[in-house]
Structure formats: structure tokens, C-alpha cells
């Protein structure tokens, strides 16, 4: 049979970017105007099939809210991939976004695959992040670059195929 791999995904971001809806849009194809803050961190379990392997991820996905940010180590330690999430209308975000990333770079895994989303792109009319800002952030640092909205399902599957496919052949 092909192979299987095990991995443990993270995604981190600044509270309120989405990362709660782009994993249940990927987990259970739902998705809720008034979603929760999360509290700590939520596990999921999903399982990609590709032609080559089969991927099953363990999902964390982390609290934004300051307060948890100690806890944030536990959740990153021992992971494959990274999903590092803003919000295409908060530059705070993107700003927020880069210090993960700079964390990451720093303390995380050094094999880590890294994913930037820009998130809610649905919300064109009140973007404050311009795509080639994100996109070149992501080029000088290596990482990969989607745009994403957990509302309409624009790239989210993609998301999620991408790093298993990334994952597959390592
Ligand atoms: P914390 O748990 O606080 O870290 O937040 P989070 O990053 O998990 O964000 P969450 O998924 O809870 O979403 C925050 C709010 O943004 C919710 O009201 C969602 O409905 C909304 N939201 C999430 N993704 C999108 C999106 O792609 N487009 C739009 N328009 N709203 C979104």
C-alpha cells in the first residue's frame, strides 16, 4: 500500500483572524458568523488521502488572545507544519502574523513547514493588508502564501492539501 504519515499541525494568529473557522470549514465543511473565542486550544483530527500517501493531521489550534501566548510552545513543539493566520482587514494582525513567524523561526522545529494565510479575503472592500505584502513577507522568509476565506471556502481545502502534499514527500 502507500505510505502513511502521522503530523502534527499548529495553527497560530491573532485572536478574532479565523483560525478556528478554517479548521472546522476543513474538518466538518462548516462555518459560523459567531464563532467563539477559543479557550486554551482545540484538538481536531483530519485525514488527507493523496495518490502518494495518506496524511492524518493532528490539529491544534491555538487561542489568540494574549493571555495564552505562554501556552503557545506546547502546542508548536514536535509539530511538522505551522499555519500562521491573519486577517486581510487588521494590519495589526499581519503584524502580530510576523511576530509568530519570527518565534518560529527562532524556537520552533528547524524542519517546521511554514504556511502564512491571509484570511477573510471575502472582505475585499475593507482590506488593509495588500496581497503583495503578505506574498513578499512570505517569499523573504521562506514560508508559503495562501489567501484564504473560511466564509466562502476560497482556498481552504487547498490549504490543507498543500502542506500534506509538502508533508508526503518528506
Ligand atoms: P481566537 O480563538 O480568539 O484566537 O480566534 P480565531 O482566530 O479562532 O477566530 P474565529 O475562527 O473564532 O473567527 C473570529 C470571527 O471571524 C468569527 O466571527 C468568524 O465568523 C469570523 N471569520 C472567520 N473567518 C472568516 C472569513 O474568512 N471571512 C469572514 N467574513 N469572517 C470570518
Redesign the pocket.
Known amino acids: 500500500g502507500s505510505k502513511s504519515v502521522q503530523a502534527k499541525l499548529v495553527l497560530l ?10 479548521v472546522l470549514r476543513f474538518v466538518k465543511g462548516q ?8 479557550i486554551g486550544a482545540a484538538f481536531f483530527s483530519q485525514t488527507i488521502s493523496l495518490n502518494e500517501a495518506t496524511v492524518k493531521f493532528d490539529i491544534w ?5 494574549e493571555r495564552y501566548h505562554s501556552l503557545a510552545p506546547m502546542y508548536y513543539r514536535g509539530a511538522a507544519a505551522a499555519v500562521v ?1 491573519y486577517d486581510i482587514t487588521s494590519m495589526d494582525s499581519f503584524l502580530r502574523a510576523q511576530k509568530w513567524v519570527q518565534e518560529l523561526q527562532r524556537q520552533g522545529n528547524p524542519t517546521l513547514f511554514m504556511v502564512l494565510v491571509a ?5 475585499a472592500s475593507k482590506r488593509k493588508v495588500e496581497e503583495k505584502d503578505g506574498e513578499t513577507y512570505a517569499r523573504e522568509n521562506g514560508l508559503l502564501y495562501m489567501e ?5 471556502a476560497q482556498n481552504v481545502n487547498e490549504l490543507f492539501y498543500e502542506i500534506a502534499k509538502h508533508l508526503a514527500k518528506t
Open positions: 494568529g491573532d485572536m478574532g483572524t479565523g483560525k478556528t473557522s478554517l462555518f459560523f458568523d459567531f464563532q467563539e473565542s477559543t489550534d491555538t487561542a489568540g488572545q493566520v484570511n477573510k479575503v471575502d472582505l484564504t476565506s473560511a466564509k466562502t
